[in-house]
Structure formats: C-alpha cells, structure tokens
C-alpha cells in the first residue's frame, strides 16, 4: 500500500518552521516526512538554508510515529559518506528506526562553493563506491578499503550504529542513475512531472536493473510538485523561493544570485509555466490516479509551494485521506 509523505524544504523555510510544519503534518496523517538538505537556496533575496542533520534531528524528536527521510544528501563531496552514514545511524537512534537515508550525486548550488563540482560521469562513480561504504557501515560492518580512489578509508565501524535496518534509497532523474539504485542501493527517489516519462526513464529502469541482478525489486519514492495558489499573483508570491529552481543550467550554477538574475530576466510567466497549479488539492485527482496506477510507488510525496506553509500541510492532509479511500 502507498504511503503518502510531505516534502520539507529547507531552501523556503527556516528550520524552526519546519519543526512545526513537520508535528502538522503528523498530525494531518501523513506516513512519511521529506526533509531537503541545501547549503544554499534558489535565490538569493528570499529563502533559507538551515543544516538538514540538525533539523531532522530537531524533527525525530518533536515526531512520534511518522517516518523520517533526507531528501535527499550528497555523500559525495562536503560530507563525507562516512559522516553520512554515522548521521543516519544517530537518527535511527533518535527516531526509534523511522529514518530512511536518501541520497543523490549533488548540485552546484551546494557542492561547488566548497570545492569542485566535477561532471556526471565522475560524481556516478563517486556514488558508486560511497554505496559502498553507507550500506555495510549502516549494517554494522567494519569498514576497509585504503586504496579506494575517492574514498580511501582506515578500518572503521559505527560504534552507534543503528537500532533498525535503515534503507539507502538513491534520487535519480535518468536511466543511469536509476539502473545503479536498482543494482546498488535500496530504493530511487523521482520527482513526478509526467508519469508516463517518469516511468519509462527511472521507475521501469530501477526494477529492471534490479531484476537482473538478483535482487529484491527498489522501493520507489516519489515526489511531485506543486503550487497551491488561488491565481497567478499568488502563485508568484509563492514561487518566490523556488524561482530559480529550473532555470537553465541550474544543476551546475554554484550562485543564488545568479540562478535569481535568470529566473528575474526570464519572467513570471516562464516561471509560472514550469509548475503545476492548483486552487484545490482535488483538482490533482486525475493526476494522482494516474501516478499510482501506472507507478505503484511504495510513497507518494507532494512538495507544495503556497503562502502559507502551515494551511497548506492541513489541506493536503484532507486530500491525502480521499486518496487512501480510492
């Protein structure tokens, strides 16, 4: 059965904020909380930034049952797989086994300022051999492995290790990545903006993979986005945070300011068409359908940009009810 989850976004809000919005959505119904972890937001004039590890850990203690899940990490390059791995172990601690670990190769916006940001091919092997080291730490193994081209590592282990097995679930938005969560991690994580492209390009190729190599087919998280606006003045204000987000050459842009100057230059309305929009949760009901029946992802998260973040939570929680009952 589909378990329903809602996206916290460190790039919109302040952590303290989320910390509420996350006991709301509990108590809204919600199975699973997605918690964003950015150095830096999509603009430089709104937003915010607050250190995802510490408010997942601020959230594992205000929560009681709702499941827990970094949305994703970059094990890759300011932290350290490592450190990742000992992050998640504490959270699993913290939570009582309700966090999951997910993981993606990066953006600039939050690897380039602190060093480089290298090419897909480079950050897939990177991520590669960081699986590696996340699954067996997180399964209590001792680690070794000194000659390992970018991350070469003593013998170690986890001396708080987790209470529970915690997953590794790996974000892909194209068939490479998706093959390597299928073969090499526990599930993939995709936003939705087409279900049929979304399938056919990540879900299809995860299960595939895992298929062929032997192994348990992934569990598949996805999230879709959406603003909840009565109009198109509201959708901008909004959108605010986020209009940088799919500016062009976004991936790779290390500067808030540039990725603002962009989105400014090319205007509200290229803005407002890259997202989808709706004056009430019911009017995504077509669509929803749609992303369970030809998906049947394991969750379903909405990631939702409207004014007020609080109201928002309550009134897809409503909505989220009417889905269960389908």
């Known amino acids: 059965m589909t378990r329903f989850g809602w996206?916290?976004?460190?790039?919109?809000?302040?952590p303290e904020l989320l910390v509420?919005?996350?006991?709301?959505?509990?108590?809204?119904?919600?199975?699973?909380l997605l918690v964003s972890d950015h150095l830096q937001p999509w603009v430089n004039d709104v937003g915010a930034a607050g250190f995802g590890w510490s408010t997942l850990g601020a959230i594992a203690t205000a929560t009681r049952t709702v499941g827990l899940m970094s949305a994703v990490a970059c094990p890759l390059f300011r932290q350290h797989p490592v450190l990742v791995a000992q992050a998640a172990a504490t959270l699993d601690r913290l939570s009582g086994g309700r966090f999951a670990l997910g993981v993606g190769t990066g953006e600039g916006i939050n690897e380039a300022p602190l060093g480089r940001f290298p090419g897909y091919d480079e950050r897939l092997a990177r991520m590669t051999e960081a699986l590696g080291l996340l699954r067996p730490l997180l399964a209590g193994a001792t680690v070794?492995?000194?000659?390992?081209?970018?991350?070469p590592v003593s013998a170690l282990r986890l001396h708080s290790p987790p209470l529970t097995s915690v997953p590794v679930y790996l974000a892909a938005a194209g068939p490479r990545s998706a093959a390597t969560a299928g073969r090499l991690a526990d599930g993939v994580v995709t936003s939705v903006?087409?279900?049929e492209e979304a399938g056919r390009k990540v879900v299809d190729v995860a299960r595939a993979a895992a298929t062929a190599a032997g192994r348990t087919p992934p569990a598949v998280v996805l999230t879709s986005f959406v603003v909840l606006a009565d109009g198109e003045d509201e959708a901008v204000r909004a959108l605010r945070p986020w209009r940088g987000l799919r500016t062009p050459g976004r991936l790779v842009a290390s500067s808030?300011?540039?990725?603002?100057?962009n989105a400014d230059r090319l205007g509200r309305d290229w803005v407002l068409a890259r997202y989808r929009r709706v004056a009430q949760p019911r009017q995504l009901l077509d669509f929803c359908e749609?992303?369970?029946?030809?998906?049947?992802?394991?969750?379903?998260?909405?990631?939702?940009?409207?004014?007020d973040g609080a109201t928002a939570v309550d009134r897809f929680g409503e909505f989220v009810e009417r889905l269960r009952r389908r």
């Open 7 to 14: 996206f916290l976004g460190h790039e919109e809000w302040q």
């Open 20 to 32: 509420a919005h996350a006991r709301r959505a509990e108590e809204a119904g919600f199975d699973t």
């Open 144 to 151: 070794e492995c000194p000659e390992a081209p970018y991350y």
């Open 193 to 195: 903006k087409d279900p």
């Open 256 to 261: 808030p300011a540039r990725l603002q100057r």
């Open 290 to 307: 749609l992303v369970l029946d030809r998906l049947r992802p394991d969750v379903f998260a909405f990631q939702v940009a409207a004014p």
